[in-house]
């Protein structure tokens, strides 16, 4: 009895995506607009959805485990001479965003090579943001800038693969 459901199943699946892949390939794909009625314009943006060919949507399945382009936010504390993240890692091309905040001490948060890449230096009990795009491959030093604390070990390690 167990198999025949599962034969069953399998058939019905089967012909589901079936029926989907015939779709696509039948349908032309619509072309997206931004443009709106005055109607929609009242209610707001509205959402076209798109067609897609079988070859496209395999495109985006094979490119969907690639974060190119995704923002990846990381929330960090400084302290006396340390940091409570150590290491960062994003991929080539990430936005990367920076809430940072001091617990205890006058601390910043700043990597330089990449350009504008650094927070406001703040007390304990404030929080500041920095956002940059990671758009080149490498091991990267971050560091506190108020007085001698990078000498001090205040230093993390920004990794972009």
């Known amino acids: 009895m167990p198999i025949v459901l599962a034969v069953i199943a399998i058939l019905v699946l089967g012909g589901?995506?079936?029926a989907l892949t015939q779709r696509n390939n039948s349908t032309p794909a619509t072309q997206t607009t931004n443009e709106q009625t005055p109607a929609e314009s009242a209610t707001g943006p509205t959402s076209v959805v798109e067609s897609e060919t079988e070859d496209a949507m395999e495109e985006k399945m094979e490119n969907s485990d690639d974060s190119?382009?995704?923002?990846?936010?990381f929330t960090i504390t400084g302290k006396n001479f340390e940091f409570s993240d150590e290491e960062i890692r994003v991929k080539q091309g990430d936005k990367v965003k920076i809430v940072f905040s001091s617990t205890g001490g006058f601390h910043s948060?700043?990597?330089d090579e990449f350009d504008g890449a650094?927070?406001?230096q703040v007390n304990p009990g404030k929080t500041t943001t920095v956002e940059f795009?990671?758009?080149?491959?490498?091991?990267?030093?971050y560091?506190?800038?108020?007085g001698n604390?990078?000498?001090m070990?205040?230093?993390?390690?920004?990794?972009v693969e």
Do not use: F, N, P, Q
């Open 133 to 141: 795009t990671a758009d080149k491959k490498g091991e990267y030093e």
């Open 68 to 73: 190119e382009g995704t923002v990846k936010e």
């Open 109 to 111: 948060w700043v990597v």
């Open 16 to 18: 589901v995506a079936y």
């Open 153 to 159: 070990g205040m230093v993390g390690k920004l990794i």
């Open 143 to 146: 560091y506190c800038s108020v």
């Open 118 to 120: 650094a927070t406001e």
């Open 149 to 151: 604390h990078r000498g």
